[in-house]
């Protein structure tokens, strides 16, 4: 990219990067340190306001980067990122939203803990949000490396390598300093950029092909390589039955994984009413919906306007076809269009990347205090010193998870990162999924039930990925070089997510304590009529 190029980009980095610094400084010094301020930001935010968090926490830099790059390669097949992303917010807004505001407090294992022994339960489901939390940090740092790399001409690999490391201080100051409240207006002043950026680029893809958007696909359709191949289901999913199989376990995991993610989880408490909690969802899904609606214009945009072809020259996995579409959309290499288009989106696509790691960052964190150090300790402890103490542990345990999910993201820099989002979304619906349905509708489910339950299937799901053609056995894996691969699937979900209902299942049936059918009779009540919520 031209010295232009790269000036304004970075201006434009600089300028959020100040703006998001300065609301992060503002709200440390406003704060009173509380557990409820770090964790939930004082449960003062409005459905709108949550709305909006929600939708910037949830439009990735896999959403904006990855899944238009995955389309631009892939066409008809990359659609199912945008529609299975989509589609799990009906799961989150049915089964989810209302009932966990009522029964839990900051954690998933808080719902779960409602009705069963403590300390169990809350290690095993620490354990496992904290998995997939670092799982989603580390597609953001491959989008974050992927878009520097492009803007510096896509040669320097240390460049890319100090974008990982410069996101990842970036992540740890938002989470430390300030907790839920920062991170939340970062979310918002980032959803509606994006949503303007989205809209933009959009709207100059149909006037580039005046509004036919069968003239579009059509174009796409040529410049693929494909041919009609390309419109139709088949071309990445398509072909031998392992093929087809690890298309229905990725739309397993892509519709159900929403469901138990921890950041998203953890936004329906910064509301202060189950009532608010829903309609932040239904905020949140309008947003989302239109967003990945533009999403396919832009994808099959890529591929129309700029060719499947240049987009997978300039980055293997895609990531880096829409801020190509805005460089040509205006007016290409060398012209002032051209060059601000693609700094704004540029600019856009990275604050998605730091809006997004400072709510897994802090979801992950807070996990480690709230779940696992307050646990291990003695949760009996009462007062406000055990709380502060709390936060104090969510702020070292941001830097040592902002350490880790370095380390991967330069290891997995290579990938889609829509494909990364994936597998994180896999091991949440096989792990924290199965544990929470049964906590809200099962009566009889029982603390080993829970544990076996979380733990049946985030061990398969974590074993499965690593010994699949991810990590090993083909060019495209974490270690080309080496090949100790025995599963076929690239994503585990088909096996994993049944895996994980069965062990709970087991669990429960086996366990010598009985339900309590009590608590159970306190937590339905609480999760249907909000009586006794925090």
Avoid at 177 to 203: D, E, N
């Amino acid at each position: 990219m031209s010295g232009d190029h790269q000036a304004l980009a970075v201006l434009l980095f600089s300028v959020f990067i100040a703006v998001t610094l300065a609301i992060t400084t503002w709200v440390s010094r406003n704060r009173h340190g509380s557990a409820e301020e770090f964790y939930a930001g004082g449960r003062l935010f409005s459905p709108m306001e949550n709305g909006f968090a929600i939708a910037g926490d949830y439009m990735s830099a896999a959403s904006f980067l990855g899944i238009s790059g995955l389309i631009a390669l892939y066409g008809y097949d990359g659609m199912l990122y945008s529609v299975g992303f989509l589609v799990a917010w009906l799961v989150v807004l049915l089964l989810v939203a209302e009932l966990v505001r009522n029964c839990g407090r900051f954690t998933l294992a808080d719902v779960v803990a409602a009705r069963m022994r403590e300390r169990p339960v809350r290690i095993a489901a620490g354990t496992s949000s904290i998995t997939v939390s670092v799982l989603y940090l580390v597609a953001q740092m491959v989008g974050a490396g992927s878009l520097v790399a492009l803007l510096l001409g896509g040669t320097s690999e240390a460049a890319r390598s100090w974008t990982v490391v410069g996101v990842g201080a970036l992540m740890v100051v938002y989470v430390s300093l300030g907790g839920m409240r920062a991170t939340t207006w970062i979310q918002i002043v980032k959803a509606v950029l994006l949503m303007g950026g989205a809209i933009a680029m959009t709207v100059l893809v149909l006037l580039r092909f005046h509004g036919d958007f069968d003239q579009l696909l059509n174009s796409a359709a040529a410049r693929s390589g494909h041919g009609t191949d390309f419109l139709a289901p088949g071309l990445r999913y398509g072909g031998d039955w392992t093929a087809r199989l690890d298309f229905i376990s990725l739309g397993l995991a892509l519709v159900l994984g929403t469901a138990g993610l921890p950041h998203i989880l953890s936004r329906f408490y910064t509301v202060p009413t189950a009532r608010a909690a829903r309609s932040s969802v239904v905020w949140s899904i309008g947003l989302i919906g239109s967003f990945y609606l533009m999403t396919i214009v832009l994808g099959f945009g890529a591929a129309a306007v700029v060719g499947t072809a240049e987009v997978r020259a300039s980055n293997a996995a895609g990531n880096t076809a829409v801020p190509l579409l805005a460089l040509d959309l205006g007016g290409g290499a060398g012209s002032t269009g051209g060059t601000v288009l693609f700094a704004l989106v540029a600019a856009v696509a990275f604050a998605t990347i730091l809006a997004v790691v400072a709510g897994i960052t802090l979801a992950s964190s807070t996990s480690v205090a709230h779940d696992l150090y307050a646990t291990l300790r003695n949760r009996r402890a009462c007062g406000g010193r055990r709380q502060y103490g709390e936060v104090a542990v969510a702020r070292v345990s941001a830097v040592c998870i902002g350490a880790v999910a370095i380390v991967l993201g330069l290891l997995a820099r290579d990938l889609n990162v829509a494909f990364l989002v994936g597998l994180a979304f896999a091991v949440a619906a096989s792990a924290n999924l199965p544990v929470l349905l049964y906590s809200l509708f099962w009566r009889n489910f029982t603390t080993r039930g829970a544990v076996w339950s979380v733990y049946g299937g985030l061990v398969p799901a974590v074993l499965l990925v690593v010994l699949s053609p991810v990590v090993s056995g083909t060019e495209r894996s974490l270690f080309p070089g080496v090949d100790f691969h025995v599963f076929p699937l690239e994503n585990p979900g088909l096996v994993s997510i049944p895996l994980g209902f069965l062990a709970g299942w087991i669990g429960t049936v086996v366990s010598s304590e009985p339900p309590d059918a009590a608590k159970h009779a306190e937590t339905e009540v609480r999760a249907l009529t909000g009586a006794g919520a925090v």
